[in-house]
T-cell receptor, first 114, second 115 residues
């Protein structure tokens, strides 16, 4: 009964380094999302996917790339990390485009860029 | 475009007192509305949701919310606060957008429960 699993949970990067955040869900959900959470700003959508092999930009996509090669996995990449990308990153999934069900969230990745 | 406004970034209540967290929304279509709760160092959990039908919805942990179309509000309440209710609460509105569920979150309200 894992739900949505995010790895790693914590990471410190130096400016200019790259990294990939992994999100895995075991609920056979079609839709997956990456959000960032910053104090006083709530959650902002970075990228999302409506199915295997598809991705789309959200509200704040600059500096990030994503891939959805397998239905259960959604990867978020930072090619050249910047201090402005210090944040808590949440992955979420949902079962359909219907608005009824809400999201299932992972427990987050706390990223610090120094 | 849809939006969500949560009034009060911090709310303090005494244990046993009424909890009232305010949320107002705007949406171009009939809204679906959600409340999520986030405990420290955890992800968001769905607390309750309004889709259609009864305007008073009940969620987990004794929380409920009432959809008031005329006031464009979806305030969250609990009759008696418990220490374990201390968390951050997010209101969200959802509408279909090109085949996916576009969800807009409010900025959150941190609830402090004073013993």
């Amino acid at each position: 009964n894992a739900g949505v699993t995010q790895t790693p949970k914590f990471r410190v990067l130096k400016t200019g380094q790259s990294m990939t955040l992994l999100c895995a869900q075991d609920m056979n959900h079609e839709y997956m999302y990456w959000y960032r959470q910053d104090p006083g700003m709530g959650l902002r959508l970075i990228h999302y996917s409506v199915g295997e092999g598809t991705t789309a930009k959200g509200e704040v996509p600059d500096g990030y790339n994503v891939s959805r090669l397998k239905k259960q996995n959604f990867l978020l990449g930072l090619e050249s990390a910047a201090p402005s990308q210090t944040s808590v990153y949440f992955c979420a999934s949902s079962s359909s485009p219907d608005r009824v069900y809400g999201y299932t969230f992972g427990s987050g990745t706390r990223l610090t860029v120094v | 475009a849809q939006s969500v406004t949560q009034l009060g970034s911090h709310v303090s209540v005494s244990e046993g007192a009424l909890v009232l967290l305010r949320c107002n929304y705007s949406s171009s279509v009939p809204p679906y509305l959600f409340w999520y709760v986030q405990y420290p160092n955890q992800g968001l959990q769905l607390l309750l949701k309004y889709t259609t039908g009864a305007t008073l919805v009940k969620g987990i942990n004794g929380f409920e919310a009432e959809f008031k179309k005329s006031e464009t509000s979806f305030h969250l309440t609990k009759p008696s606060a418990h220490m374990s209710d201390a968390a951050e609460y997010f209101c969200a509105v959802s509408e279909a957008d090109g085949g996916y569920q576009k969800v807009t979150f409010g900025t959150g309200t941190k609830l402090q429960v004073i013993p």
